[in-house]
């Protein structure tokens, strides 16, 4: 069966960073791309990042410049690196697996002073 498991979430101020990682089991790693998306009550779930089998990677636009998804196929992990984060990247971030639309669990993410 395939698990996702999220971990390095918390609290930071504003213009600080974290390191979020998605360990996977059940699955052949390097074969399959990798998500992460955020969201926060009442509004759509986005997708943050993704990178592919290949390591092409793609943002979306708010995050561009100060958030950093890799991979490391050796740990069966994905990470994703947040600089500068604003407190409007206040969320639940959750790590996605394509093929199925498999989900972790989610880890909370928030920016305050």
């Known amino acids: 069966q395939v698990q996702l498991v999220e971990s390095g979430g918390g609290l930071v101020q504003p213009g600080g960073s974290l390191r979020l990682s998605c360990e996977a089991s059940?699955?052949?790693?390097?074969?399959?791309?990798m998500n992460w998306y955020r969201q926060t009550p009442g509004n759509q779930r986005e997708r943050v990042a993704m990178?592919?089998?290949?390591?092409?990677?793609y943002y979306t636009d708010s995050v561009k410049g100060r958030f950093t998804i890799s991979k490391d196929n050796a740990k069966n992990t994905v990470y994703l690196q947040m600089n500068t984060l604003k407190p409007e990247d206040t969320a639940v971030y959750y790590c996605?697996?394509?093929?199925?639309?498999?989900w972790g669990q989610g880890t909370q993410v928030t920016v305050s002073s």
């Open positions: 996605h697996l394509p093929q199925g639309n498999y």
């Open positions: 990178i592919s089998t290949g390591g092409s990677t």
């Open positions: 059940g699955i052949l790693f390097s074969k399959h791309n």
